[in-house]
């Protein structure tokens, strides 16, 4: 394995294992380092070069062909293909682990309302973030380049999607084995040469904002439904 392949961080471990923080997803690496809880990512240390299982990659393989295959039905206008897209990355991906993840302590001081407003939100906005980087690759092939075991059950998987111009992009998908079903629950996309844990990057920023409204349940909702319009007004129509 390469170098690069071979070096899987601890990122962020303290974090995820504080007191206060109930969350059980543990941060993947991650190269972009944007704020100063991300620019902890750079004192990382070697994992294990273990493969992953067979089966990790093979179920990584198949759902995320079918991910961007859906992306590519034209017979589906924009708003089928779209439900179609999030019907199977809702299936792929534990969206609401991950949306804990990226509150850290507040997913614990959120009311029950407030934490499912929240995590609604934030599920219509990754959703709106995966279809709009995929987009470009529909209809390509997902090829899985290798894998990394950071534990038993925790396990990254290395994938590129190749185009025929030569614009490949590499994807890195962390899957957890969770009563024997395997379920992705961050997915990083090389975005201009900087690779982006979509979990990491939001958690890093969403902490800020509610570090600074007292942690304002609606500011941070506010936030991400502006940030949702966003991609939608530059939807493929």
């Not at 992953?52 to 017979?75: G, H, I, M, W």
């Not at 206008?77 to 809702?90: G, S, V």
């Not at 934030?122 to 390509?140: I, K, M, Q, S, T």
């Not at 800020?208 to 939807?235: F, P, V, Y």
Request: a negative charge; hydrophobic letters at 40%.
């Amino acid at each position: 394995m390469s170098q690069r392949c071979t070096k899987i961080s601890q990122i962020l471990t303290n974090l995820t294992n504080s007191d206060e923080d109930t969350t059980e997803i543990r941060s993947p690496p991650v190269k972009r380092l944007v704020t100063p809880a991300i620019a902890l990512a750079a004192l990382s240390a070697l994992a294990l070069p273990a493969f992953a299982d067979a089966k990790t990659e093979a179920y990584v393989q198949k759902n995320a062909s079918e991910v961007l295959a859906s992306l590519n039905d034209p017979s589906l206008n924009a708003d089928e293909r779209t439900a179609k897209f999030n019907a199977y990355m809702d299936e792929f991906t534990d969206m609401k682990a991950v949306a804990n993840f990226a509150i850290g302590k507040y997913a614990r001081r959120f009311t029950e309302s407030e934490l499912a407003a929240y995590q609604k939100v934030f599920r219509e906005y990754a959703l709106a973030v995966y279809e709009h980087e995929l987009d470009a690759y529909r209809g390509e092939a997902v090829v899985v380049k290798d894998s990394v075991d950071r534990s038993d059950t925790d396990s990254i998987v290395n994938t590129v999607i190749r185009r025929d111009d030569g614009k490949d992009m590499d994807v890195r998908w962390r899957v957890l084995l969770r009563d024997g079903q395997y379920q992705v629950v961050d997915v990083a996309l090389n975005l201009d040469g900087n690779l982006i844990w979509l979990g990491i990057e939001q958690r890093a920023q969403f902490l800020a904002l509610l570090d600074r409204t007292n942690g304002s349940a609606q500011a941070l909702i506010d936030k991400i439904e502006s940030m949702k319009q966003k991609l939608e007004n530059e939807k493929r129509t």
